[in-house]
């Protein structure tokens, strides 16, 4: 904000207001976007990561709680826990639309960048990897590593930030217009005016002579401030506020920010409602929400800790890696005894119902067998028919 104007004071108010809306811009588009992929991001990492192997005492396929489960699930490395681990992965890969985790001494690290091999028939090769820790520290690995030491996420295909930079390109430019006309329209501007001879400029307090830029300043200290202020002018002085025309509200910057974030949701497919918070009791959207904005990344980062944590043989007879979906929407316990009963009753075990809900399993053997009510007749007994008469 300036006192006086001048050419060269024009100049300043007006650069001040395109970089004021450039950086607008920019806050209003990342913003958005980093909403967006933190909603994704938080669902994904907050949910339980299952291993499944096959028991060797009775052949059968069982959840398990091993070395690759505690990796996955508590402790991914040395100096993180694994919630912030894999969100801060699943940011990358939704942001940057790639994602490298890099196993090392049976560790996993997330790669800041790296380079890789341009192989297209044969394994790739990751060199010149770089990690980094919260502090800012900095690691280069002294090695290369083959395709099956990392897991990479991949979204280049989707084009999502390629359409969004194309659609912000000129929406971006009408929203810094809007900001910039806020800005000036808002703002206010005083002119200073000389109405005699200059003479010597005098504090007001001690009598000594300060500079005409020190008297300036003196005065917009006291426009300018929150509180209560007294203005003491010179005789020689008067100030006139200048009329730049009618204040405008942000209705119309608004509007332009509300279209952008209804596009960036679309993009990512977030329903409108679980995007701006305001879900109501019996909008359905958190299932929308979950079905086609979080599960097909879910699958993309399942495929990739199959293919890469278990082997073509030990998944060919019917082991696997799983995220659990049943954790990813808070349940109230009491809510859902109703169709926990009704799972029961169809078959389900009381530790598999406790899996489902967030319980610790028991350990107990009844809690692993299986019912069924007799209101459930076999399907073959009904095609023989009732009793004769």
Same mark, same amino acid.
């Given at each position: 904000m300036k006192l006086f104007k001048n050419k060269k004071d024009d100049l300043i108010d007006y650069i001040d207001s395109l970089l004021f809306a450039k950086s607008e811009q920019l806050k209003i588009k990342q913003h958005a976007i980093q909403h967006a992929v933190d909603l994704i991001a938080k669902t994904i990492s907050k949910s339980e990561i299952k291993i499944y192997r096959r028991d060797k005492s009775d052949r059968k396929i069982k959840s398990v709680k091993n070395q690759e489960y505690y990796l996955l699930n508590i402790r991914p490395n040395d100096n993180e826990e694994a919630t912030s681990f894999f969100y801060n992965v699943i940011q990358k890969y939704l942001l940057e639309e790639d994602a490298l985790i890099v196993n090392f001494n049976n560790k996993l690290y997330l790669a800041d960048n790296y380079n890789s091999t341009e192989s297209i028939l044969f394994p790739k090769k990751y060199y010149n990897v770089r990690v980094s820790d919260y502090d800012g520290n900095?690691?280069?690995? $002294?090695?290369?590593? $083959?395709?099956?030491?990392?897991?990479?996420?991949?979204?280049?295909?989707?084009?999502?930030?390629?359409?969004?930079?194309?659609?912000?390109?000129?929406? @971006?430019?009408?929203? @810094?217009?809007?900001?910039?006309?806020?800005?000036?329209?808002?703002?206010?501007?005083?002119?200073?005016?000389?109405?005699g001879n200059q003479l010597p400029l005098k504090d007001f307090k001690t009598g000594k002579e300060i500079t005409y830029e020190e008297?300036?300043?003196?005065?917009?200290? @006291?426009?300018?401030?929150?509180? $209560?202020?007294?203005?003491l002018l010179s005789e020689n002085f008067d100030l006139e506020k200048i009329n730049l025309g009618n204040e405008t509200s942000t209705v119309e910057w608004e509007k332009l920010e509300k279209k952008w974030s209804d596009k960036v949701a679309m993009s990512f497919n977030i329903p409108l409602d679980i995007f701006y918070g305001n879900k109501t009791d019996k909008s359905t959207s958190t299932s929308d929400f979950l079905t086609f904005g979080v599960i097909p990344h879910l699958q993309v980062f399942e495929d990739s800790l199959n293919s890469k944590l278990i082997?073509?043989?030990?998944?060919?007879?019917?082991?696997?890696?799983?995220?659990?979906?049943?954790?990813?929407?808070?349940? $109230?316990?009491?809510?859902?005894?109703?169709?926990?009963?009704?799972?029961?009753?169809?078959?389900?075990?009381?530790?598999?119902?406790?899996?489902?809900?967030?319980?610790?399993?028991?350990?107990?053997?009844w809690a692993e067998e299986h019912h069924i009510t007799k209101n459930y007749e076999n399907a073959n007994l009904t095609t023989e028919g009732g009793d004769e008469e």
């Open positions: 900095t690691l280069i690995f $002294d090695k290369e590593f $083959d395709v099956e030491d990392v897991i990479r996420l991949n979204l280049k295909c989707s084009h999502i930030k390629e359409t969004l930079d194309d659609y912000y390109c000129e929406l @971006g430019k009408m929203i @810094g217009v809007a900001c910039s006309r806020y800005k000036i329209t808002n703002s206010f501007k005083f002119r200073l005016k000389h109405l008297y300036k300043e003196k005065i917009t200290k @006291g426009l300018f401030s929150e509180d $209560d202020a007294v203005i082997s073509k043989e030990e998944y060919l007879r019917g082991e696997f890696i799983k995220v659990n979906r049943f954790n990813m929407l808070h349940k $109230d316990i009491l809510e859902a005894a109703a169709p926990m009963d009704k799972l029961f009753s169809n078959g389900f075990s009381r530790n598999e119902i406790n899996d489902m809900v967030g319980l610790p399993k028991t350990d107990e053997k």
